[in-house]
């Protein structure tokens, strides 16, 4: 995540605290606070709605796809928690006017948007929710912010929505509401993507190889790890889904997806897709791209994570530094293009190819990499796709051995991933209990 992006989201959260403090003579302080927590779950949810749109622009300032969705995630809890401490500290103060009918009704739409909100956010991190049924139920996060919208605009507050702080907030209401539309009604079903059709369906070792040609126009121009999202217009495949892009660019803009059958959707996908069915393809997207500064690379696979640097090793130079990819398998006959990158290692010299089959090596570790390269830990570039726990054990062992941290490079190979799941299962029964 680039410091850019969250020093953004801090100061969007900073700018109105100025405008409440002013107000805390006049005010009950603690009521107050409520007040500036509504208004922070408003900003922070608009800002969340923003990066759901997939703007190129939004890589820039907040870094690769990958690492936007996990700040929309935390950005949707961060909302969540704000909610709380709204709900929770009395917001009510004196004398700032009657309740009529449209302050009820906006008081109502409040608690709507809360206990909504908090569905969702708990589908979201609940990730044994299948991703069909998880997208489903966040098509309606724009209706709850909606409402959320509303109870500001119309609930009884210190200041007017033409003062400064009431501007700043409803300003961002309209973001968080135009962005939710664009991406319900464009991005979302993908209205704005390249236009391509199956061109061959195979086998790459237990996974799934898709190659797709452009059916009208030049279709999209990758860069070697980048990934797309991907709509089939096959009976029963109406979601979008994110896959690596398994190649390198090539000149007739082909390109191909890598596909493991992990869940109900890629279990079902080999059997449905035939060479001619059309498909929608959106990017690309991600900035998991090779950083070499000149010296030797080490580019770490776990399964279907070699998809990226099949891409990367398609696209190696000649006079590339030395590379050693580690490729962590089940065995040979269940690797993914395990004949394309041995082929690339026979006629490339500085790419070194290391299989580690389970079973028969010993589990992969950082010294044992060491061990293995003609290099020292700290001058190499490192690079990892694969499950987060193996990442993190990797990362933490290679910073022993000398390598700094930022040369330690990733892709957040699970978009979707769960929080004290338990414990706010919990305090959601207790507050439906009440």
């Not at 007017?160 to 209401?173: I, K, N, W």
């Not at 990758?222 to 009976?235: E, S």
């Not at 990367?312 to 530094?321: D, K, M």
Request: glycine share 8%; hydrophobic share 50%; proline share 6%.
């Amino acid at each position: 995540m680039r410091p850019l992006g969250l020093l953004l989201v801090a100061a969007s959260l900073a700018v109105p605290i100025p405008w409440f403090a002013a107000l805390a003579g006049q005010h009950d302080p603690i009521a107050l606070l409520s007040q500036y927590f509504g208004s922070a779950a408003l900003i922070v949810m608009a800002i969340s709605q923003l990066l759901a749109t997939r703007f190129r622009v939004l890589e820039v300032i907040f870094g690769g796809l990958d690492r936007i969705y996990v700040l929309h995630k935390w950005l949707g809890i961060s909302a969540l928690a704000f909610i709380l401490l709204h709900d929770t500290i009395d917001a009510e103060m004196d004398g700032l006017g009657a309740e009529t009918l449209l302050v009820e009704v906006a008081e109502t739409f409040g608690e709507i948007s809360l206990y909504g909100i908090l569905a969702l956010v708990v589908i979201t991190i609940a990730t044994f929710v299948p991703y069909h049924l998880w997208r489903l139920t966040h098509r309606f996060i724009g209706g709850f912010y909606a409402a959320s919208a509303f109870h500001f605009a119309f609930i009884l507050k210190p200041f007017a929505l033409t003062d400064p702080a009431g501007l700043y907030v409803l300003a961002f209401c309209v973001i968080g509401i135009l962005s939710y539309l664009y991406t319900l009604l464009i991005s979302g079903r993908l209205a704005n993507a390249h236009n391509y059709v199956v061109d061959t369906v195979g086998r790459a070792g237990d996974a799934l190889a898709v190659t797709l040609a452009p059916a009208a126009g030049r279709g999209m121009r990758q860069a070697p790890g980048q990934f797309a999202f991907v709509k089939f217009a096959a009976p029963g495949f109406t979601e979008p889904h994110p896959f690596t892009i398994s190649q390198g660019p090539a000149d007739d803009r082909r390109i191909r997806f890598t596909i493991k059958p992990l869940g109900d959707f890629t279990d079902v996908l080999g059997p449905a897709l035939k060479p001619g069915i059309k498909a929608k393809v959106a990017g690309p997207y991600g900035r998991f791209q090779r950083k070499s500064g000149g010296g030797p690379e080490v580019w770490i696979a776990a399964g279907i994570g070699v998809t990226p640097f099949v891409a990367w090793a398609e696209a190696l130079e000649a006079n590339a530094p030395p590379v050693w990819l580690f490729y962590c398998i089940k065995s040979r006959e269940s690797a993914a293009h395990l004949d394309t990158l041995e082929a690339i290692a026979a006629a490339n010299d500085g790419f070194n190819l290391v299989l580690v089959e389970s079973g028969k090596a010993p589990r992969l570790t950082a010294a044992t990499i060491a061990q293995s390269i003609e290099a020292p830990v700290p001058e190499i570039s490192a690079a990892f796709c694969g499950p987060k726990p193996m990442r993190e054990t990797l990362q933490r062992d290679f910073q022993a051995l000398g390598l700094r941290r930022s040369r330690f490079h990733f892709e957040e190979f699970e978009i979707r991933s769960g929080i004290g799941l338990r414990l706010m299962l919990a305090w959601f029964l207790k507050r439906i209990r009440k």
